[in-house]
């Protein structure tokens, strides 16, 4: 088998789900009521873009911000708490905690310090991103052999190069599996942000859809937070293919 071939076996596995859908809907369950057609959705999406293309990028925008200044928090946090064993000891219980409060409850809190604007969806989604970053930098930045850092110590580096030059590159693959987990619970968070209270975004047209009780609208946006995920989960996932290509094996 060729590897174009291989290459393209995803794509004819998610055709022929497609055309099995499109078939099973139109002809064996209820139309517009349970599932509908593949054909409704995708019509309903083009008659829809102008609305349906401002709330992606909305959305977007509000799980970009929410993922960046988590992960950027969650790093720090990682090898503030792997360098400084008295502030993991004082302060990571703390954060153990706080993943401990549903995120409908916290979420109620941000829209009353943030209001209802943009700034208190990108809060709930670094609320939902920080913690797992945190948690992958501290133990990758730990995992790494003592006997190494031992060795770079008798050739003199100081804990900054040994950071850089060891702990940091050891720690890349289990930071990268974080950040996968982190853009999708970073979409979540924006999403469920906009259930708040906004006029823009997709979480907003989903509510919408389902008070109206539009099935094909409501299929819609879900299959538009379907490509907005797996937009983003490929970028990071190439991110880390190219550049952390050394993966487990250091």
Known sequence: MTEWQVKCQPLA?????????????????TP???????????????GSGDVLVRGFLRTLLE???GFVLGALFGFAMG??????????????PLFVVSQTIPVIAFGALVVIWFGNGIM????????????????????GLLSVDQQRVDLFRSFGATTWRIFWTLRLPFALPTIMAALLLGVSLSLIGAIVGEWFGDTVGLG??????????N????????????????????????????????????
């Open 13 to 29: 596995a998610l055709c022929a789900a497609l055309i099995l859908w499109e078939i099973l809907a139109r002809y064996y369950a």
């Open 32 to 46: 517009f009521q349970v599932i509908p057609p593949v054909s409704a959705i995708l019509s309903d999406m083009v």
């Open 63 to 65: 799980t970009l911000l």
């Open 79 to 92: 090898a503030i708490f792997a360098e400084v064993r008295i502030f993991e000891k004082m302060f990571f």
């Open 120 to 139: 208190s969806k990108v809060m709930i989604a670094f609320y939902l991103t920080f913690f797992p970053v945190t948690v992958n930098t501290h133990r």
């Open 204 to 213: 907003v047209m989903l509510v919408q859809a389902m008070y109206a009780e």
């Open 215 to 250: 099935m094909v609208r409501l299929w819609s946006i879900i299959v538009s937070c379907g490509l907005l995920g797996t937009g983003l989960y490929g970028v990071i996932a190439w991110v880390g293919r190219r550049y952390v290509w050394w993966g487990g094996e250091l």
